[in-house]
């Protein structure tokens, strides 16, 4: 009876550590995109499209999830230039600026190997692309249109200083991630690297 009580101690200790347990993490995300040429011709953008944003994440031991904001650059070739009445009220030329906004939600399996976190990510990313004269209001303005993607993306997190920031409850990494399209969206393909902290759940509730 007390090595069942023992076993089932040490089962349920298991079970609250590794299985029950769960971590939050930030992330300062860059990358690229690779647009399909008709697609680049199309919007009249360069073909590549480089990222700069952010991210938070919910890690299980074996499942996590990210949700990511940020802005893509990008060469525009279908800037243009319209007449506006200037400040003194006489007409003066204005070149217009071009700008993309996105925001992904991802999910899928995930396990830790010592220093390395492992992942499988699927998600989609929804993108919002704009032409417009800065603070003109009847201006022309055009939407730079790319279909919503959806995608996978293994990814590899390296946390080196892992032993050592564990003492303080939060951990600080590396992670690069190749992206692969699914659908239509005109996308090639991509790349994602990020500079990430995470820590367990616990310190915050």
Request: net charge negative; charged share 15%.
């Amino acid at each position: 009876m007390r090595l069942m009580l023992k076993l089932s101690a040490v089962l349920v200790s298991y079970l609250a550590a590794n299985c029950f347990s769960s971590e939050i993490g930030v992330s300062l995300n860059s990358g690229m995109l690779t647009l399909k040429d008709e697609v680049a011709l199309s919007q009249k953008v360069g073909g590549s499209l480089v990222a700069l944003g952010g991210g938070f994440a919910y890690r299980l031991p074996y499942f996590r999830t990210d949700a990511n904001v940020g802005t893509y650059f990008f060469k525009d070739n279908g800037g243009f230039s319209q007449s506006v009445s200037g400040s003194s009220g006489n007409n003066v030329d204005a070149s217009s600026n071009a700008g993309m906004i996105a925001a992904s939600l991802e999910a899928g399996p995930s396990i830790t190997l010592g220093m390395l976190d492992l992942d499988i990510m699927g998600g989609v990313e929804y993108f919002a692309g704009f032409r417009t004269i800065e603070n003109c209001i009847d201006c022309k303005s055009d939407s730079i249109d790319i279909p919503m993607m959806a995608y996978i993306m293994p990814r590899i997190h390296l946390f080196p200083l892992k032993e050592v920031s564990e003492q303080g409850n939060s951990m600080i990494g590396l992670s690069a991630g190749y992206l692969i399209p699914l659908n239509d969206s005109g996308v090639e393909r991509g790349f994602r690297i990020s500079i990430s902290m995470k820590a367990p759940s616990s310190i915050f509730f």
